[in-house]
């Protein structure tokens, strides 16, 4: 089986951003996005190019084109969110994005009217009715599919970072789960979720995915949901692994981590170097601690039981990848990273918030709210 790979500009980048729809009365989802969509749509000709359905009638994902530069991606991101918003707005809805929300039951939730979704809800039944999570993907472009792979491998020692950085989803229908991120345990119970298979180059792609629709597990690749994956349509490498991020100031630090990261690896490949591939065992146990107790976990180093603390980590990354944020015009967005540690992700924030209104989740989707309109994070302190 040949998969045609678009070869696509060295370290272009893309972002999708899952956004939810909000009841301002109860503050449950609401579904509402097939008539928001054909609102936006009538000024295209039927579908607006740059916000979509998802799985959810509850959830539409805003997604850029092809940019450039972070600072265009998140311009690009909020022109098409300003328009979701405003006719969101005039049916009394509110838009917010988490991983979770933090109250709101699954099994309330209509499937939007999409025949990829009901076979997606048919062929996993449970798994996929429960699917009420939201997420940012970033892409970013390389030039051949020998890169793609090594690229992804390497990625895979990055999941804890963008997870713990990310995380936002502490509530699962009304029940704090001690997790930092839920979502991403919920998201991987789908069977082709996860950490991604290391492979060894684009054949040996070529040769899984082929045996996955042999086998009938997928009918497209496009079913296969890594949290770090090839996409060849776009010629790029697609990081899916952040819960929804709540303000453009969290997507800027993820669309610029995501980036240098890549350009990195790129470069390190036209200089000759071998791109390290993490064992699966640790990918998978850093993943975990990172879903468990977000920027707080220690992770481990290697493969001899080291650890060492994730936020250490973090920051001497950002350190490493400053140069290529100069190079790439993203210094001021990479720098956000850094300041997550000292502003905390959105799962203490949403913590922090339920404690000063005595376990309140309705306070807490009021924050959300209020963080996507203001669209930067609101600070609070360790351990709050």
Request: hydrophobic content about 40%; overall charge negative; glycine content about 8%.
């Amino acid at each position: 089986m040949q998969i045609p790979f678009t070869s696509s500009p060295r370290s272009s980048l893309g972002v999708e951003w899952e956004l939810e729809l909000v009841n301002l009365e109860t503050r449950e989802l609401q579904g509402a996005a097939s008539d928001i969509l054909a609102e936006l749509g009538s000024a295209h000709g039927g579908e607006h190019p740059k916000a979509k359905h998802e799985l959810l009638e509850s959830c539409i994902e805003v997604i850029t084109g092809v940019c450039g530069t972070v600072d265009e991606a998140v311009h690009d991101l909020a022109a098409t969110v300003d328009e979701v918003a405003e006719a969101a707005a005039a049916r009394d809805i509110g838009v917010m994005s988490s991983g979770t929300h933090p109250f709101t039951d699954w099994a309330t939730q209509q499937i939007s009217p999409n025949p990829r979704y009901a076979k997606l809800i048919t062929d996993m039944q449970w798994l996929a009715r429960r699917l009420q999570i939201f997420g940012v993907h970033v892409h970013v472009g390389v030039r051949s599919p020998e890169k793609a792979i090594p690229i992804v491998n390497a990625l895979t020692g990055y999941i804890p970072h963008f997870l713990a950085l990310s995380a936002s989803s502490p509530y699962w229908v009304g029940t704090d789960t001690g997790l930092a991120s839920a979502r991403s345990k919920v998201f991987e119970g789908l069977p082709t979720a996860g950490p991604p298979y290391q492979l060894s180059g684009w054949n040996d792609f070529e040769r899984f995915m082929e045996t996955l629709i042999s086998a009938h597990t997928i009918s497209t690749i496009r079913e296969v949901w890594w949290d770090i994956r090839p996409h060849p349509q776009f010629g790029t490498v697609e990081l899916r692994i952040c819960d929804g991020l709540p303000t453009l100031f969290e997507i800027g630090w993820a669309a610029a981590m995501s980036q240098c990261l890549v350009e990195m690896l790129n470069s390190q490949l036209d200089k000759g170097y071998t791109l390290p591939m993490p064992k699966g065992w640790t990918v998978r146990e850093n993943k975990w601690r990172a879903a468990r107790y977000g920027i707080d976990a220690d992770i481990l180093v290697g493969d001899q039981g080291r650890t060492a603390p994730l936020r250490d980590s973090t920051l001497e990354l950002v350190d490493e990848l400053m140069p290529f944020a100069e190079r790439l015009g993203c210094t001021k967005e990479l720098a956000q990273a850094r300041d997550m540690l000292d502003i905390r992700p959105s799962y203490d924030r949403q913590r922090a918030v339920a404690a000063e209104h005595d376990g309140d989740l309705t306070a807490v989707v009021d924050s959300l709210l209020e963080e996507m309109r203001e669209h930067v994070p609101r600070a609070v302190t360790a351990g709050s």
